[in-house]
Nanobody, 123 residues
Framework: QAQLVESGGGLVQPGGSLRLSCVASGLSLNVYAIGWFRQAPGKGREGVSSIGGSDGTTRYSDSVKGRFTVSRDIAKNTAYLQMNNLTPEDTAVYYC????????????????WGQGIRVTVSS
């Protein structure tokens, strides 16, 4: 049974950095694309980054471009989201999700989801 488990969240000051990890089991990241989403209180789920399964192509939303970096380690079957220069607007629960096919920012396109991990940016 496929499973995604996120880690690495927490409280960080504005301007700080965090790295989120998404460990996959029961599916292979060289086949499945990974999308990173976030959901702030009272808002919908927003796609922020993705990495393709077959080719590792990366994408970023305008809100995080230049600050976040998505990557993966196929040997560890783990995806990462390095988040730098964080602002209070980045505060949210972050999710990784997996799908076969091209990356999208549409949550219904993803069949597997992690449990979510909270990131709080505050002084």
């Amino acid at each position: 049974q496929a499973q995604l488990v996120e880690s690495g969240g927490g409280l960080v000051q504005p301007g700080g950095s965090l790295r989120l990890s998404c460990v996959a089991s029961g599916l292979s990241l060289n086949v499945y694309a990974i999308g990173w989403f976030r959901q702030a209180p009272g808002k919908g789920r927003e796609g922020v980054s993705s990495i393709g399964g077959s080719d590792g192509t990366t994408r970023y939303s305008d809100s995080v471009k230049g600050r976040f970096t998505v990557s993966r380690d196929i040997a560890k079957n783990t995806a990462y989201l390095q988040m730098n220069n964080l602002t209070p607007e980045d505060t949210a629960v972050y999710y990784c999700a997996a799908r076969i096919g091209a990356t999208t920012y549409r949550p219904p396109d993803y069949g597997y989801w992690g449990q979510g991990i909270r990131v709080t940016v505050s002084s």
